[in-house]
Protein backbone atom coordinates (compact mmCIF):
# COMPACT_ATOMS: atom_id res chain seq x y z
CA UNK A 1 0.00 0.00 0.00
CA UNK A 2 1.24 3.44 -0.97
CA UNK A 3 1.69 5.94 1.90
CA UNK A 4 0.51 9.11 0.93
CA UNK A 5 2.31 12.44 2.04
CA UNK A 6 -1.13 13.79 3.51
CA UNK A 7 -1.17 10.25 5.81
CA UNK A 8 2.34 11.99 7.56
CA UNK A 9 0.67 14.14 10.37
CA UNK A 10 -2.22 11.44 11.52
CA UNK A 11 0.48 8.77 11.99
CA UNK A 12 1.87 11.28 14.90
CA UNK A 13 -0.86 12.18 15.73
CA UNK A 14 -2.31 8.81 16.41
CA UNK A 15 1.08 7.77 18.34
CA UNK A 16 0.66 10.84 20.56
CA UNK A 17 -2.67 9.70 21.36
CA UNK A 18 -1.90 6.06 22.43
CA UNK A 19 0.88 7.72 24.23
CA UNK A 20 -1.62 10.10 26.50
CA UNK A 21 -4.28 7.09 26.39
CA UNK A 22 -1.34 5.05 28.00
CA UNK A 23 -0.86 7.56 30.68
CA UNK A 24 -4.48 7.57 31.67
CA UNK A 25 -4.83 3.33 32.05
CA UNK A 26 -0.83 3.85 34.16
CA UNK A 27 -2.30 6.68 36.09
CA UNK A 28 -5.16 4.21 36.85
CA UNK A 29 -3.90 0.87 38.40
CA UNK A 30 -7.51 -0.45 39.34
CA UNK A 31 -8.85 0.15 35.30
CA UNK A 32 -11.12 2.79 34.14
CA UNK A 33 -13.38 2.74 31.44
CA UNK A 34 -13.30 3.67 27.75
CA UNK A 35 -16.05 6.40 27.83
CA UNK A 36 -14.16 8.30 31.13
CA UNK A 37 -10.66 8.04 28.45
CA UNK A 38 -12.21 9.63 25.55
CA UNK A 39 -13.45 12.65 27.98
CA UNK A 40 -9.70 13.27 28.99
CA UNK A 41 -8.27 13.30 25.46
CA UNK A 42 -11.28 14.44 23.44
CA UNK A 43 -12.13 11.70 21.13
CA UNK A 44 -15.00 9.85 20.70
CA UNK A 45 -15.50 6.57 22.87
CA UNK A 46 -15.02 4.45 19.26
CA UNK A 47 -11.81 6.01 18.90
CA UNK A 48 -10.60 4.90 22.50
CA UNK A 49 -12.08 1.16 21.80
CA UNK A 50 -9.92 1.34 18.30
CA UNK A 51 -7.00 2.90 20.24
CA UNK A 52 -6.83 0.06 22.75
CA UNK A 53 -7.11 -3.00 20.28
CA UNK A 54 -4.29 -1.36 18.15
CA UNK A 55 -2.32 -0.49 21.44
CA UNK A 56 -2.52 -4.22 22.37
CA UNK A 57 -2.26 -5.91 18.94
CA UNK A 58 0.31 -3.96 16.96
CA UNK A 59 1.98 -2.39 19.49
CA UNK A 60 1.93 -4.96 22.26
CA UNK A 61 1.35 -3.32 25.40
CA UNK A 62 -0.14 -5.60 27.73
CA UNK A 63 -3.92 -4.66 28.17
CA UNK A 64 -5.95 -6.15 30.68
CA UNK A 65 -9.96 -5.60 30.31
CA UNK A 66 -12.98 -6.62 33.16
CA UNK A 67 -16.01 -5.24 33.46
CA UNK A 68 -16.20 -2.50 31.28
CA UNK A 69 -12.96 -1.75 32.21
CA UNK A 70 -9.27 -1.11 31.00
CA UNK A 71 -5.65 -1.11 32.61
CA UNK A 72 -2.17 -2.16 32.02
CA UNK A 73 -0.38 -5.44 33.39
CA UNK A 74 1.73 -4.72 35.80
CA UNK A 75 5.66 -3.75 34.95
CA UNK A 76 4.38 -2.71 31.51
CA UNK A 77 6.65 0.93 32.08
CA UNK A 78 9.60 1.05 33.28
CA UNK A 79 10.32 3.47 35.76
CA UNK A 80 10.63 6.98 35.11
CA UNK A 81 13.79 8.74 34.41
CA UNK A 82 14.17 12.36 34.95
CA UNK A 83 16.47 13.67 32.08
CA UNK A 84 18.32 16.75 31.75
CA UNK A 85 17.72 19.16 28.41
CA UNK A 86 21.16 17.37 27.48
CA UNK A 87 20.98 14.15 28.29
CA UNK A 88 17.26 14.09 26.52
CA UNK A 89 19.28 15.43 23.37
CA UNK A 90 21.77 12.34 23.30
CA UNK A 91 18.35 10.23 23.67
CA UNK A 92 17.27 12.07 20.62
CA UNK A 93 20.74 12.01 18.82
CA UNK A 94 20.91 8.18 19.64
CA UNK A 95 17.53 7.63 18.19
CA UNK A 96 18.03 9.84 14.81
CA UNK A 97 21.27 7.22 14.34
CA UNK A 98 18.98 4.08 14.89
CA UNK A 99 15.78 5.49 12.59
CA UNK A 100 18.79 6.01 9.48
CA UNK A 101 20.64 2.63 10.76
CA UNK A 102 16.82 0.90 10.76
CA UNK A 103 15.15 -0.28 7.69
CA UNK A 104 12.72 -1.89 9.44
CA UNK A 105 9.30 0.41 10.49
CA UNK A 106 9.64 -0.08 14.28
CA UNK A 107 6.39 0.86 16.10
CA UNK A 108 8.57 0.52 19.66
CA UNK A 109 11.22 3.55 18.09
CA UNK A 110 8.01 5.37 17.17
CA UNK A 111 6.56 5.28 20.70
CA UNK A 112 10.32 6.02 21.88
CA UNK A 113 10.77 9.16 20.29
CA UNK A 114 6.97 10.53 21.00
CA UNK A 115 7.64 10.42 24.63
CA UNK A 116 11.11 11.74 24.31
CA UNK A 117 9.02 14.76 23.09
CA UNK A 118 7.26 15.29 25.66
CA UNK A 119 10.09 15.93 27.70
CA UNK A 120 12.02 18.51 25.22
CA UNK A 121 11.83 21.85 24.63
CA UNK A 122 9.42 23.02 21.57
CA UNK A 123 12.31 23.56 19.45
CA UNK A 124 13.95 20.04 19.78
CA UNK A 125 10.04 18.69 19.83
CA UNK A 126 9.23 19.85 16.49
CA UNK A 127 12.69 18.12 15.21
CA UNK A 128 11.42 14.64 16.68
CA UNK A 129 8.35 14.65 15.17
CA UNK A 130 9.53 15.41 11.81
CA UNK A 131 11.94 12.67 12.42
CA UNK A 132 8.96 10.60 13.44
CA UNK A 133 7.12 11.70 10.03
CA UNK A 134 9.42 10.16 8.31
CA UNK A 135 10.40 7.32 9.74
CA UNK A 136 6.41 6.48 9.87
CA UNK A 137 6.82 6.27 6.16
CA UNK A 138 8.72 3.00 6.25
CA UNK A 139 7.23 -0.41 5.45
CA UNK A 140 6.46 -1.63 8.21
CA UNK A 141 7.36 -5.91 8.74
CA UNK A 142 4.81 -7.72 11.03
CA UNK A 143 7.35 -10.53 11.31
CA UNK A 144 10.45 -8.06 12.15
CA UNK A 145 8.55 -6.88 15.14
CA UNK A 146 7.58 -10.05 15.94
CA UNK A 147 11.11 -11.36 16.08
CA UNK A 148 12.66 -8.43 17.66
CA UNK A 149 10.13 -8.29 20.67
CA UNK A 150 10.81 -12.22 21.87
CA UNK A 151 14.78 -11.24 21.02
CA UNK A 152 13.98 -8.13 23.45
CA UNK A 153 11.86 -10.67 26.21
CA UNK A 154 15.19 -13.54 25.98
CA UNK A 155 17.62 -10.80 26.48
CA UNK A 156 16.28 -9.15 29.44
CA UNK A 157 14.95 -11.76 30.97
CA UNK A 158 17.75 -14.59 30.38
CA UNK A 159 15.93 -16.87 28.78
CA UNK A 160 17.21 -19.21 25.68
CA UNK A 161 16.19 -18.35 22.14
CA UNK A 162 15.20 -20.88 19.87
CA UNK A 163 15.54 -19.28 16.18
CA UNK A 164 14.51 -20.53 12.51
CA UNK A 165 17.50 -18.51 10.80
CA UNK A 166 18.01 -18.12 7.22
CA UNK A 167 21.42 -19.35 6.14
CA UNK A 168 21.34 -20.22 3.00
CA UNK A 169 21.62 -15.44 1.66
CA UNK A 170 25.09 -16.57 0.62
CA UNK A 171 24.50 -20.22 -0.14
CA UNK A 172 21.49 -21.54 -1.49
CA UNK A 173 22.23 -25.05 0.07
CA UNK A 174 22.31 -24.09 3.80
CA UNK A 175 18.30 -22.93 3.67
CA UNK A 176 16.82 -22.66 6.78
CA UNK A 177 18.70 -23.48 10.02
CA UNK A 178 17.26 -24.31 13.99
CA UNK A 179 19.53 -22.80 16.92
CA UNK A 180 19.34 -22.33 20.82
CA UNK A 181 21.07 -19.18 21.66
CA UNK A 182 21.81 -17.53 24.70
CA UNK A 183 21.32 -13.49 23.91
CA UNK A 184 24.07 -11.63 24.68
CA UNK A 185 23.47 -8.25 23.02
CA UNK A 186 21.10 -6.91 20.35
CA UNK A 187 24.02 -4.51 18.22
CA UNK A 188 22.42 -2.25 15.79
CA UNK A 189 24.88 -1.77 12.57
CA UNK A 190 25.27 1.80 10.44
CA UNK A 191 27.11 -0.04 8.25
CA UNK A 192 24.07 -2.51 7.25
CA UNK A 193 21.56 -0.75 8.33
CA UNK A 194 20.53 -3.77 10.10
CA UNK A 195 20.66 -5.10 13.88
CA UNK A 196 22.01 -7.81 15.24
CA UNK A 197 21.46 -10.60 17.86
CA UNK A 198 25.28 -11.52 19.57
CA UNK A 199 24.89 -14.56 21.83
CA UNK A 200 26.29 -17.87 22.32
CA UNK A 201 24.95 -20.84 19.77
CA UNK A 202 24.64 -24.11 22.45
CA UNK A 203 24.57 -26.46 19.29
CA UNK A 204 27.51 -24.86 17.61
CA UNK A 205 29.22 -24.15 21.38
CA UNK A 206 30.71 -20.73 20.71
CA UNK A 207 29.42 -17.03 20.35
CA UNK A 208 27.67 -16.52 16.90
CA UNK A 209 26.39 -13.10 15.35
CA UNK A 210 22.49 -13.43 13.44
CA UNK A 211 21.59 -10.85 11.47
CA UNK A 212 18.15 -10.21 12.64
CA UNK A 213 16.28 -9.49 9.70
CA UNK A 214 17.30 -13.37 8.69
CA UNK A 215 15.45 -14.90 11.36
CA UNK A 216 12.26 -15.97 10.23
CA UNK A 217 11.11 -17.37 13.63
CA UNK A 218 11.84 -16.81 17.20
CA UNK A 219 10.52 -18.07 20.66
CA UNK A 220 11.19 -18.21 24.49
CA UNK A 221 12.83 -21.71 25.69
CA UNK A 222 11.71 -22.61 29.55
CA UNK A 223 15.37 -22.77 30.18
CA UNK A 224 17.52 -19.74 31.73
CA UNK A 225 20.97 -18.77 31.51
CA UNK A 226 23.56 -17.68 33.65
CA UNK A 227 24.63 -14.49 32.24
CA UNK A 228 28.52 -14.26 30.75
CA UNK A 229 31.39 -12.38 32.55
CA UNK A 230 33.19 -12.10 29.07
CA UNK A 231 29.34 -11.65 27.31
CA UNK A 232 31.12 -8.82 25.40
CA UNK A 233 34.49 -9.50 25.20
CA UNK A 234 35.77 -8.88 21.79
CA UNK A 235 33.41 -6.29 20.45
CA UNK A 236 36.09 -3.85 21.19
CA UNK A 237 37.97 -5.44 18.19
CA UNK A 238 35.14 -5.67 16.18
CA UNK A 239 35.06 -3.04 13.02
CA UNK A 240 31.25 -3.29 13.40
CA UNK A 241 29.21 -5.99 14.83
CA UNK A 242 30.90 -9.50 14.13
CA UNK A 243 33.51 -10.24 16.63
CA UNK A 244 33.51 -14.11 16.15
CA UNK A 245 36.26 -13.89 13.80
CA UNK A 246 40.13 -13.69 14.28
CA UNK A 247 41.42 -10.26 15.58
CA UNK A 248 44.27 -8.85 12.36
CA UNK A 249 46.54 -6.07 11.99
CA UNK A 250 44.63 -3.97 9.08
CA UNK A 251 47.17 -1.02 7.53
CA UNK A 252 45.83 0.83 4.37
CA UNK A 253 47.56 3.78 3.00
CA UNK A 254 44.87 6.83 2.20
CA UNK A 255 45.89 9.21 -0.57
CA UNK A 256 47.03 12.94 -0.21
CA UNK A 257 43.11 13.92 -1.52
CA UNK A 258 41.36 12.32 1.08
CA UNK A 259 43.81 12.06 3.72
CA UNK A 260 42.52 14.44 6.12
CA UNK A 261 39.10 13.20 6.08
CA UNK A 262 40.35 10.09 7.21
CA UNK A 263 41.86 11.74 10.17
CA UNK A 264 38.87 13.65 10.93
CA UNK A 265 37.15 10.39 12.46
CA UNK A 266 38.58 7.77 14.54
CA UNK A 267 37.15 4.45 12.56
CA UNK A 268 38.67 2.03 15.30
CA UNK A 269 39.90 1.82 18.92
CA UNK A 270 43.12 0.45 17.92
CA UNK A 271 43.90 2.83 15.04
CA UNK A 272 47.11 4.88 14.90
CA UNK A 273 47.97 7.08 12.22
CA UNK A 274 51.25 7.90 10.53
CA UNK A 275 52.36 10.69 8.33
CA UNK A 276 54.73 9.82 5.89
CA UNK A 277 55.41 13.17 4.42
CA UNK A 278 54.63 12.88 1.17
CA UNK A 279 50.51 14.14 2.31
CA UNK A 280 49.40 10.70 2.61
CA UNK A 281 48.20 8.59 5.58
CA UNK A 282 49.61 5.27 6.84
CA UNK A 283 46.33 3.80 9.02
CA UNK A 284 47.31 1.37 11.12
CA UNK A 285 44.70 -1.26 13.41
CA UNK A 286 43.66 -4.22 14.61
CA UNK A 287 40.26 -5.68 13.66
CA UNK A 288 37.70 -8.59 13.35
CA UNK A 289 35.36 -9.16 11.00
CA UNK A 290 37.52 -8.31 7.62
CA UNK A 291 34.21 -8.52 5.41
CA UNK A 292 33.31 -5.05 7.77
CA UNK A 293 36.83 -3.15 7.56
CA UNK A 294 36.18 -4.33 3.16
CA UNK A 295 32.96 -2.65 3.00
CA UNK A 296 34.56 0.61 4.36
CA UNK A 297 37.85 0.22 2.16
CA UNK A 298 35.94 0.58 -1.47
CA UNK A 299 34.25 3.26 0.05
CA UNK A 300 37.12 5.44 -0.49
CA UNK A 301 37.49 3.86 -3.96
CA UNK A 302 41.05 4.33 -5.51
CA UNK A 303 42.32 6.51 -2.88
CA UNK A 304 42.58 3.81 -0.58
CA UNK A 305 45.48 1.09 -0.96
CA UNK A 306 45.45 -1.94 1.61
CA UNK A 307 49.13 -3.05 2.86
CA UNK A 308 47.77 -5.62 5.04
CA UNK A 309 46.86 -8.08 5.19
CA UNK A 310 47.92 -10.03 1.89
CA UNK A 311 44.31 -11.76 1.94
CA UNK A 312 42.26 -8.77 2.19
CA UNK A 313 44.36 -6.85 -0.18
CA UNK A 314 44.00 -9.90 -2.30
CA UNK A 315 40.27 -9.45 -2.31
CA UNK A 316 39.86 -5.77 -2.48
CA UNK A 317 42.03 -5.90 -5.49
CA UNK A 318 39.77 -8.81 -7.42
CA UNK A 319 36.55 -6.88 -6.31
CA UNK A 320 37.99 -3.48 -8.05
CA UNK A 321 38.59 -5.48 -11.20
CA UNK A 322 35.40 -7.11 -11.22
CA UNK A 323 33.49 -3.64 -10.51
CA UNK A 324 35.88 -2.38 -13.58
CA UNK A 325 35.25 -5.23 -16.16
CA UNK A 326 31.23 -4.21 -15.57
CA UNK A 327 31.64 -0.53 -16.10
Do not use: C
Amino acid sequence: MTTLPGDRPSKWDRAARYLRVAMILHAHPDGIGAREIAKQIGVSTRTVYRDLRAMDEEAGLPLWQESGRWGLEGGAFLPPLALTLHEAMALFLAARVLTKANDEGDTELIGALVKLAQVLPPVLSEHIRRAVDNYALTPANERFTRVFRTLTEAWASRRVVVIQYDSGVYDDSRGVRRARVQPHLIEPSALTRSLYLIGFDEERAARRTFKVERILEASLAPERFEPRADADHGLEAAWDVIADQPVEEVVVRFSPSVARRVAETRWHPSQELELPGDGSLLWRGRAAGLHEVRIWILGWGADAEVIEPSSLRADVAAELRRAADRY
